[in-house]
């Protein structure tokens, strides 16, 4: 069975820094790239990054430009997501999909549980 499972999200200020993990189980990353989503409350789910199969293109939202980072270990698994400089509309829950394609097009093969971020003073 594919599964993804988020990790690392938490409380914290603004101005402060997150790393997310995404890791897989049941099958191997390698052949797949990776969609980093958001949801904030009350509004609708924004795709805010996708890395190709082997990390050689990574495209971000406009929203998170300059402060988001997308990587892969495909040793490990696990595609992260480096916030920096957090602000308080960067809190929701933050999912990864898996798409057996090397642009997140097409339908999803695998989709997390979330991962909640909450930025506030």
């Known amino acids: 069975q594919l599964q993804l499972v988020e990790s690392g999200g938490g409380l914290v200020q603004p101005g402060g820094s997150l790393r997310l993990s995404c890791a897989a189980s049941g099958f191997t990353l390698d052949y797949y790239s990776i969609r980093w989503y958001r949801q904030a409350p009350g509004k609708d789910r924004e795709g805010v990054s996708c890395?190709?199969?082997?990390?050689?293109?990574?495209n971000y939202a406009d929203s998170v430009k300059g402060r988001f980072t997308i990587s892969r270990d495909n040793a490990k698994n696990t595609v992260y997501l480096q916030i920096n400089n957090l602000k308080p509309e960067d809190t929701g829950i933050y999912y990864c999909?898996?798409?057996?394609?090397?642009?997140?097009?097409?339908?999803?093969?695998?989709w997390g549980q979330g991962t909640q971020v909450t930025v506030s003073s």
């Open positions: 890395i190709s199969t082997n990390g050689g293109s990574r």
């Open positions: 999909a898996a798409y057996r394609s090397n642009g997140c097009l097409g339908p999803y093969s695998a």
